[in-house]
């Protein structure tokens, strides 16, 4: 079993700043990647930005440089950094986390139940 529990969403201006948080809560599992989508009005979900346990790091293009991710492995928890806020950035921002049973085992993809992010301008 995987939670997800997601905070910081909000209301700015563009050209501000927003920090999203989420914790992730599990028992039994292991927690491979972390990261976050969101999805706009009338849009499809899109991947904003994810950080696996080693560390390494993706952004989607259209955030790159604005954005920063981070995540602490001890906490199961992952930070985004949101900067230079831009109308476009609107939307609902989901917190993901991709994870196994134990050790190892087949991994599956688990949720958070989104947090409104709104710039205006």
């Known amino acids: 079993q995987v939670q997800l529990v997601e905070s910081g969403g909000g209301l700015v201006q563009a050209g501000g700043s927003l920090t999203l948080s989420c914790a992730v809560s599990t028992s039994t599992f292991t927690v491979v990647v972390m990261g976050w989508y969101r999805q706009a009005p009338g849009k499809e979900r899109e991947f904003v930005a994810a950080?696996?346990?080693?560390?390494?790091?993706d952004y989607a293009d259209s955030v790159l440089g604005r954005f920063t991710i981070s995540r602490d492995n001890a906490k199961n928890t992952v930070a985004l950094e949101m900067h230079s806020l831009k109308p476009e950035d609107t939307a609902v921002y989901y917190c993901?986390?991709?994870?196994?049973?134990?050790?190892?085992?087949?991994?599956?993809?688990?949720w958070g139940q989104g947090t409104q992010v709104t710039v205006s301008s």
């Open positions: 950080v696996g346990s080693a560390g390494n790091i």
């Open positions: 993901n986390a991709v994870a196994h049973p134990g050790s190892w085992g087949r991994t599956a993809s688990y």
